[in-house]
C-alpha cells in the first residue's frame, strides 16, 4: 500500500517536467522559426555558411574515404571561432599535419553504427577531438557541416537560446542533450538540424 502513492507521485513529477520540456521547446522553436521568416539571406554569416556546406560536400564527392585537407579543416575553424564572441584565433601550430588530419577525418567519417546514434555521434566526437587543438566545439562543426542533416554546433549562445542558461564548457553528455533537442526542433520545423542551429546562433547574437 505504502508504494502505490510514492510510484504515482514519481509519475506525475515526471509528466510535469515532459510538459515543462515541451513548453520550452516549443518556445524556443517558435521564437527561431518567426526569426528565420524575417531574415535577411543576403546575409554574409548564413552565404558563407551555405558556401562552406557546398565546398565539404564537392570535397568529399571528389575525394571519396579521404577525409578533409588542412586548408579545409582550417577553413572549417575559421568558421567556427567567428560564430563565438571573444575568441578571434585558435592555435594549433605545426601539430596539424595533412596526414594526420585525412587519416583522423577518414575515420570519423567512416564510422557507422545502424541502431545507436548516440554511440555513432559519441565515437564521432571522440575521434575528431584526436586532432590537436579540436574540443568539442569544433568537432560539432566539423559534424554539423559534414552531416548537416544529422548533427549541430554546440556553443554557449545557441545553448542560452535552448536552456536559458549560461554554459561555456561542453562534454558529450551535454552534446547528446543538445543534439536530441535539436533533431526534435528540425523534424518540427522541416529543417536540417544544422540550419535550426544556425537561425538559434544568429537569433542569440540580437
Given amino acids: 500500500m505504502a508504494e502505490g502513492p510514492l510510484i504515482d507521485g514519481e509519475g506525475a513529477v515526471a ?3 515532459k510538459l515543462k520540456d515541451l513548453k520550452a521547446l ?3 522553436v517558435k ?3 518567426d526569426f528565420r521568416a524575417k531574415f535577411d539571406t543576403t546575409d554574409s ?3 558563407g555558411t551555405l558556401s562552406l556546406k557546398q565546398k565539404i560536400k564537392d570535397h568529399l564527392a571528389k575525394n571519396p574515404g579521404k577525409g578533409f585537407s588542412l586548408d579545409l579543416f582550417n577553413e572549417i575553424v575559421t568558421w567556427k571561432l567567428n560564430r563565438q564572441e571573444g575568441r578571434t584565433r585558435h592555435t594549433r601550430g605545426a601539430k596539424v599535419t595533412e596526414d594526420l588530419l585525412r587519416d583522423i577525418t577518414t575515420c570519423a567519417f567512416g564510422l557507422q553504427h545502424t541502431t545507436d546514434r548516440d554511440s555513432l555521434t559519441r565515437a564521432r566526437l571522440m575521434v575528431l577531438q584526436g586532432i590537436p587543438g579540436v574540443g568539442m566545439g569544433i568537432a560539432s562543426a566539423i559534424l554539423a557541416l559534414t552531416f548537416p542533416d544529422e548533427y549541430g554546433v554546440i556553443d554557449d549562445i545557441v545553448w ?3 536552456y536559458g542558461t549560461e554554459k561555456e564548457s561542453f562534454w558529450i553528455a551535454d552534446y547528446r542533450k543538445y543534439l536530441g533537442d535539436l533533431l526534435a526542433a528540425s523534424q518540427t520545423l522541416g529543417w536540417p538540424s544544422q540550419e535550426v542551429d544556425f537561425f538559434a546562433w ?4 540580437k
Fill in 15 to 17: 509528466a510535469r517536467k
Fill in 26 to 28: 516549443t518556445t524556443w
Fill in 31 to 33: 521564437a527561431v522559426q
Fill in 45 to 47: 554569416d548564413w552565404v
Fill in 160 to 162: 542560452r537560446v535552448i
Fill in 202 to 205: 544568429k537569433m542569440g547574437q
